[in-house]
């Protein structure tokens, strides 16, 4: 097994200009999704480490191309004591590229639990040590506290669910509350007043969202919402939401969002007995035409 | 370290009977918290292995006297992949015992995603497998259907998060709806639907809830919406619930719920210089104290 250097980086500047300064530099808002699905997975990868060294191999191939990728942690997960092992170790290859690593983590929790999970995942453990993650927002206002306290502390940044891009989504999230505004809108301006204190040089915060390309006119009235929140964007690809879908949630300078992409980008290669060379070039064309898409649509708004 | 048996029961009885049976059999519904937190903990416990050894004394005092055991994965997790290892020991340690063990990993996300979780958790994954786990609702019904079917295929419970006990629950929990519920009882009412095929000998469901103690007037309108639910009770103790706030998500035969106790009873020991064997008696005592005081607030109603 390959030695893995764990260690976050010491960051003091604000996540939202470390990722938005990441996207201009790349050129696109694209977002790799590294979601281990073993059984898909090509012929090449080394069988006793199958997780770390496919993630490698993506990693190498799109590491020029895009500022980000996000680790989904339930598929990790599924792999018990191992998989987080390859959790961490895929952390360390992604931030070993210079990418900026979302985990996407959907943890939540109340007071001191809370600030275990932020100290597990911004900035306290090395080897779980994330840019930013993913938080539901059920149990309120100060179950989020914890975690806006480590972003501000440690450069970190946050994704708040707010509409979610299952069909299911709307059971709760599009509820309407007694001041006309659904549960999602209530969260988003949630979102907007925990961010007010981290705004970054590019106008935007370190405090974001999560909203479903699947929901591009939801999309609109959330953003008008939460103007200043980086939102990541899923959705988009596998679960059928368009690049007009996804830019719904930009700013009008056309920053401020991030979409992912996961199934769409690493494992839509063709077949399993593929190269390694022909893999990395299969999964670059697929994010170059995410980022054709993307750009494309913004432009034409 | 101690060889540790990883290893999920091969168990088809509805898990609801199976906790309610652990209940009739221990006289009290009392939860035992897991929760690391290595600062406090007695001087004795093993300085390589804190969690595991201090989690080996707690369950070799009280596995004789209560039925279930809740590990807050987030204390664990907050230990990098030690503590993951750490949870999983602990995991085979309390089933070793004969305990019920509870993940509290409050997780959900988007169908194959919660699968992946419901795989991780619920009887896939042997050396992280719980007999129940708790789950947050704001993804809405889709994202809780695949943790529905691992509990019917493989005996496992739900605690789906209704009403959490912190101060700032009533943000989103207690937001008005259209037709008049709170968003707490309509997913109340979204656990009761959930849970009607699922309904044990006893007449409680294998998909719970969670209530907090420290909300009761809202305890006896969500019992009500959802009576065959077995309701998860944290908050007593430490957090302000006392045994009467508690007896509010009781049903009418004083079965039908269980209540959750951590830092009042692991931590609340003495000096960090006591012996294992002082110990074992103080949380035994912390145990019969919550216990009695239960009983007693349940005759009482």
Redo the contacts between chains.
Sequence with gaps: MRAVRYGPPAVTRNFADRLTDAVLAKGNPVVVGL?PRVDQMPAFVEAERPIASFHEHVVAAVAPLVPAVKL?V??Y?????A???AF?ETIATAREAGLIVIG?V??????S??R??A???LG?????DCDAITV????????LEPFVEACADRGRGLFV?VK??????????D????DGRT?AE??AG?VDELGAPLVGEHGYSAIGAVVGATYPEQAVALRARMPRALVLVPGYGAQGGTGADAAASFGADGLGAVVNASRSITYAYGDRDVTAVAFAERIRANVTRMADDLTGALESR
């Design positions: 979601d989904q339930a598929f997960e599924a792999h018990g004591l998989g987080m092992r961490a996407d959907k943890r939540n929790d109340v007071d639990t809370a275990a999970y100290d597990a995942y306290r453990v090395p080897e779980l539901s927002p059920y149990l309120g206002r100060d179950s669910l979610t891009s299952n069909p299911g989504s709307g059971d709760i999230q509820e309407r509350t007694g549960v209530r969260v949630l």
